[in-house]
């Protein structure tokens, strides 16, 4: 067993299709590429999206589930990238059972993951369900990705507020770290008037702006593909947006950001670029 004290981090929205599943992929595979030795976990029981996204869809084989139930082990059912060593995801199950996972269950699993990763990306599934109360309660950290329309802030104040006082952290008194990221924001549909301006969102969630992710088709194509976005091999804004998110969570100012970048290249963390 490792002794690592990873950290948990939850991406979640409240509302559905925000892009959560697309940030996880792009963050997760970002702090990978740092030399953080990473995971992602699938929360969305019954939907499975993540590993679709992450390009693995075909090698699943045991799932969440199968650890929590004790089906199989979690080696068992980590994944491995084919493309960047240190970045794991833990797909979801397609079972319907929605409270399958049990809490007590999780904790173990996420207790277990914590000494062996850095990091540890809960993709939270839409709504403020079960599921979804699952993926953020163990979190130290949150990433709250918000649509500029209204009720997509809506849901995302409701989440802040779901964490402020029922999350483990807020039970025992802690604060939970919490980062706004903006994500398909329009500039030209802000000017029209047709959207909220990332001022407004910041103004009424009251959190701190972590970044802001322009909506582009590129995110679709590259999912398609099974690339998260941030190996895309094309600098799209949206990579850079992600690149920069992930740069400003490790706490790595622009300059250095570069160097590790070519000190992981170096090393051979990074294996091959899939585009
Ligand atoms: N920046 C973006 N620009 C354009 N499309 C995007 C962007 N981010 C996400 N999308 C698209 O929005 C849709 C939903 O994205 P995603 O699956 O990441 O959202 P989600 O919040 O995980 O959804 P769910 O709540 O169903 O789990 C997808 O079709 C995705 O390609
Ligand atoms: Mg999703």
Known sequence: LGSKLGKIIVVTS???????????AAIGAEMALYGKKTVIIDFDIGLRNLDLVMGCERRVIFDFI???NGDASLNQ???????????????????KDKNALKQSSVEKVLAQLKKEFDYIVCDSPAGIEHGAFMSLYFADEA?????????SVRDSDRVIGILNSKSQRAENNQEIKKHLLISRYDPQRVRKGDMLSINDIVDILAIPLIG?????????????????????????????????????????????????DKLMKSMGLVRDFVS
């Open 14 to 24: 409240g509302k559905g299709g925000v892009g959560k599943t697309t940030s996880s």
């Open 66 to 68: 199968n650890v929590i």
């Open 77 to 95: 059912a980590l994944i491995r990238d084919r493309r960047i060593s240190n970045l794991y995801i833990l797909a979801a199950s397609q079972t």
């Open 143 to 151: 990433i709250i990705v918000t649509n500029p329309e209204i009720s």
């Open 212 to 260: 802001v992710v322009p909506e582009s088709s590129i995110v679709l194509k590259s999912s398609n593909q099974g690339v998260p976005i941030t190996l895309d091999k094309s600098n799209s804004a949206v990579k850079t947006s992600y690149k920069k998110i992930v740069a400003r969570m490790l706490g790595i100012t622009e300059q250095k950001e570069k160097w590790t």
